[in-house]
């Protein structure tokens, strides 16, 4: 069973950037497709990125299509999501997200999650 950790959360202004990344233990990482959701408040969690299991393969939500980019290394057990351009509708709990379903769609979420975290953009 896998462990994810996340990191690089924080507060930055409007227009700014942000790295976040997750560190997976506890699993063969290459085994997993790797994902990103998000949750505001007072809203459902959802799909940000995801990315394939050798990293060939992305998809984005329309929203943060050309804005943020999905990245992994396999030999660090690490996925990254590098976000540009933010804005205040970004705020949001970001949360790291396994899947080890074999061809499942690169939007979807598995069972493993990470504990999650803040990002917020002030305008």
């Known amino acids: 069973q896998v462990q994810l950790v996340e990191s690089g959360g924080g507060l930055v202004q409007a227009g700014g950037s942000l790295r976040l990344s997750c560190a997976a233990s506890g699993g063969t990482f290459g085994y997993y497709a790797m994902g990103w959701f998000r949750q505001a408040p007072g809203k459902e969690r959802e799909f940000v990125a995801g990315?394939?299991?050798?990293?060939?393969?992305?998809a984005y939500a329309d929203s943060v299509k050309g804005r943020f980019t999905i990245s992994r290394d396999n030999a660090k057990s690490t996925v990254n999501l590098q976000m540009v351009s933010l804005e205040p509708e970004d705020t949001a709990v970001y949360y790291c997200?396994?899947?080890?379903?074999?061809?499942?769609?690169?939007?979807?979420?598995?069972?493993?999650w990470g504990q999650g975290t803040q990002v917020t953009v002030s305008s």
């Open positions: 990315i394939n299991w050798s990293g060939a393969r992305t």
């Open positions: 997200n396994a899947n080890q379903a074999f061809g499942a769609s690169l939007t979807a979420s598995g069972p493993y």
